[in-house]
């Protein structure tokens, strides 16, 4: 190692593998008011204990602008991370009257089995005060779109924020909460907050998003992120 005392000494590129502090075991980068950037295509990756960011890193993301069948994460679910969040923003199946579902799988294979129990609860503008809808049953897949399938006019969309737990952990089953939006296939607005249980104890490291009648996703934008805790 090389260790120097270097004062005002002004380079425009710094080329080293390793910097460390030259004594104790803090170390500054910038003065206060200094913007220091990671370029576009640039990995900076995390191995001990992140203080002071925001809890959300983003690790992926897809948009759909044209007709798909499903949308798929494969490699984004790791150890990193013990929760992790999921926000689908404008998402709008091809055909009126159907839905937008999801799988948690392994790899590339997603459980089709009536494997996920929920208890949802939703509303729209044609419930009467005081009331809502709710589900409490076990189907072979998460739907957003529960007690009224979505409508495919293009000014509608479905916009859901899906935090997941437990999704490495063999030993748990997985649990997913939602909380989110939509219009029904009537155009009716309408609202939903639940959470699923993935009843199944292995490890998942997958998810899908599909078209519960077998059609297509027409639009929308699915982010994954990667919560600090």
């Given at each position: 190692s090389i260790r120097e005392y270097?004062?005002?000494?002004?380079?425009?590129?710094?080329?080293?593998?390793?910097?460390?502090?030259?004594?104790?075991?803090?170390l500054t980068l910038g003065a206060s008011g200094d913007t220091i950037t990671i370029p576009s295509g640039a990995t900076l990756?995390?191995?001990?204990?992140?203080?002071?960011?925001?809890?959300?890193?983003?690790?992926?993301?897809?948009?759909?602008?044209s007709n798909v069948a499903n949308v798929d994460f494969t490699s984004q679910f790791t150890s990193t991370y013990?929760?992790?969040?999921?926000?689908?923003?404008?998402?709008?199946?091809?055909?009126?009257?159907?839905?937008?579902?999801?799988?948690?799988?392994?790899g590339s294979s997603f459980d089709t089995a009536s494997n996920y129990e929920r208890v949802l609860i939703a509303s729209g503008l044609s419930n009467a005060n005081d009331t809502v809808d709710s589900r409490a049953s076990t189907i072979d897949g998460a739907s957003f779109n529960v007690m009224s399938s979505q409508s495919s006019a293009a000014e509608t969309s479905t916009n859901v924020e899906i935090t997941f737990y437990n999704m490495r952990d063999s030993a748990k089953n997985t649990y997913f909460t939602l909380l989110g939006a939509f219009e029904g296939a009537d155009d009716e607005f309408r609202m939903l907050v639940g959470a699923y249980n993935y009843n199944q104890t292995n490890t998942r490291d997958s998810v899908r998003f599909y078209n519960t009648s077998g059609n297509n996703l027409a639009t929308g934008t699915f982010t994954v992120y990667g919560v600090i805790t």
């Open positions: 270097i004062c005002n000494f002004i380079m425009s590129t710094l080329e080293t593998n390793l910097i460390q502090p030259a004594t104790g075991t803090s990756t995390n191995s001990g204990t992140a203080t002071g960011f925001g809890s959300l890193v983003k690790l992926a993301a897809t948009t759909v602008s013990d929760v992790y969040k999921i926000i689908i923003q404008g998402v709008r199946p091809d055909t009126d009257n159907n839905a937008i579902g999801m799988r948690l799988g392994t």
